[in-house]
C-alpha cells in the first residue's frame, strides 16, 4: 500500500489526525455501507477517542475543501464517521480479511511517519529559531550600510549616460 495514497485520506479534524469512514471502506475494498455494518455491531469498541460522526458544519466544509458529490447525485447520504489512529487500529479486530490486516498495518506506518515528520519540523524551526537570534545583530548591520550606501549614491552627481549633442 502507497503511503502518499494513505497521507491524502487522512484529515484534520477536531483537532486530531482522522481518516473517513468512506475513505477506509474503498482502501478494504469494501463498501462503506459494510464496513459501518460492521463497527455498528461493534460499537463497545470505538469510544468518542476512536471514532466520531462528523457534524453536519464539519462534513460540509470538508466537501468543498475535497470536491466530494452532494447526496443529490449519488453521493454521501449520511454523515461519516471519522476514526483516529485507535479506532484504525481497532478495525482490525472488527474486519477480520487479510486485506483489512494489510492495510491497517499500512496505515499505522503512515500515521506513524506523520508523527514523526511533525517532530522533525518542529526540531527544525526551533534550530532556526535560536540561529535567527545570533544574526540580528549582522542583519542590522548590512540594513545600515545599505541605506548609507544608497544615500551616497542619491548625493553624488551621475554623468549623464547615453548620446550627447
Not at 540580528?136 to 551616497?152: F, Q, S
Amino acid at each position: 500500500m502507497e503511503l502518499e495514497i494513505i497521507n491524502q485520506k487522512i484529515h484534520t479534524l477536531r483537532n486530531v489526525k482522522v481518516m473517513l469512514d468512506y475513505d477506509l471502506a474503498a482502501l478494504y475494498d469494501s463498501e462503506t455501507k459494510n464496513l459501518k455494518r460492521a463497527v455498528n455491531r461493534n460499537i463497545e469498541r470505538f469510544p468518542d477517542d476512536f471514532m466520531f460522526q462528523l457534524t453536519k458544519v464539519e462534513f460540509d466544509n470538508l466537501r468543498c475543501k475535497n470536491g466530494t458529490s452532494s447526496s443529490n447525485y449519488g453521493g454521501i447520504r449520511y454523515l461519516p464517521y471519522a476514526f483516529t489512529e485507535q479506532g484504525v487500529a481497532m478495525l482490525s479486530s472488527v474486519l477480520n480479511s487479510q486485506k483489512a490486516i494489510d492495510v491497517n498495518i499500512a496505515i499505522m506506518r503512515a500515521f506513524v511517519k506523520m508523527r514523526q515528520y511533525a517532530l522533525n519540523y518542529k526540531e527544525l524551526a526551533d534550530k532556526l529559531l535560536e540561529h535567527d537570534s545570533k544574526f540580528i545583530d549582522v542583519y542590522e548591520v548590512l540594513d545600515y550600510l545599505t541605506t548609507e550606501k544608497k544615500l551616497e549614491l542619491d548625493q553624488k552627481e551621475r554623468p549623464r549616460i547615453g548620446f550627447k549633442i
